[in-house]
């Protein structure tokens, strides 16, 4: 169907597949129709709203006929609305995933909203579960089969506030230099820090090329002004 979540979009099919730990419908928004040519994801930590609001600005201003992308503005709305990290049970979803590299034991982040200068390792003390098992949470298991369905040759996954862009895979060159340049982000391939069970982690072990894209916390004007010419030149090219 047509998104009827405001006048401003247009174009659009919206699809529930699945529910979040709390019964809330996670969505995806369909281009107007055949094979997507990438996934587009947000919010997976709930305290990363601005990811969630910066992905709403890019359906408003890109119809759904004038794309062969798909987009999940809200990966964990529970975690959303609760403005945690974590979802309703507790668990970091991206630590929850099927991949090879899962571990049972808790993981460390740092605080949401931590002054930058602080980031330091013995500073990261919000403690989460990544799940009784991989692959345990709704959330996961709706957005893995989600993911089988669709087999979408590329997926970018928005976080914040680290200012920089991972590559894990084989992301095409033209990709990773339009976003880095468009917004002045340095781009790596190497991520520091421990994150099993990652989404990018399953992605590549599929095969399928992930930008997991950080930017920075600032308020929704600079967001936009910054990231979102080189997102809406990816979602139309």
């Excluded at 034991?105 to 605080?111: A, G, L, M, Q, Y």
């Excluded at 013995?122 to 089988?148: C, D, F, K, V």
Aim: glycine fraction near 10%; include cysteine.
């Amino acid at each position: 169907m047509t998104s009827r979540l405001g006048s401003e979009l247009v174009g659009w099919r919206v699809e529930e597949y699945g529910r979040s730990c709390n019964g809330v419908s996670l969505q995806i928004f369909l281009p107007a129709d055949g094979p997507v040519a990438g996934l587009l994801t947000a919010a997976q930590h709930g305290e990363e709203a601005d990811t969630a609001l910066l992905v709403r600005r890019l359906l408003e201003r890109i119809p759904g006929t004038e794309t062969r992308w798909a987009v999940i503005p809200v990966l964990n709305p529970d975690g959303l609305l609760a403005g945690t990290r974590q979802n309703a049970a507790g668990v970091d979803l991206n630590r929850n995933f099927p991949a090879s590299t899962w571990e049972p034991d808790e993981t460390v982040s740092f605080p949401p909203g931590i002054d930058p200068e602080l980031r330091v390792l013995e500073n990261r003390t919000n403690r989460s579960s990544p799940g009784a098992h991989a692959g345990s949470e709704p959330e996961t298991q709706a957005l893995t089969a989600l993911i089988e369905r669709l087999d979408p040759p590329l997926v970018v996954d928005l976080h914040s506030p680290l200012e920089l862009i991972f590559v894990h895979g084989e992301v095409p060159p033209e990709v990773t230099d339009g976003l880095a340049r468009s917004a002045g982000l340095p781009s790596e391939d190497q991520f520091v820090g421990h994150c099993p069970g990652a989404f990018d982690d399953w992605l590549a072990e599929r095969g399928i090329p992930v930008v997991v894209y950080e930017i920075e916390h600032a308020g929704l004007p600079a967001l936009c002004k910054r990231h979102l010419p080189g997102l809406e030149a990816l979602l139309r090219s």
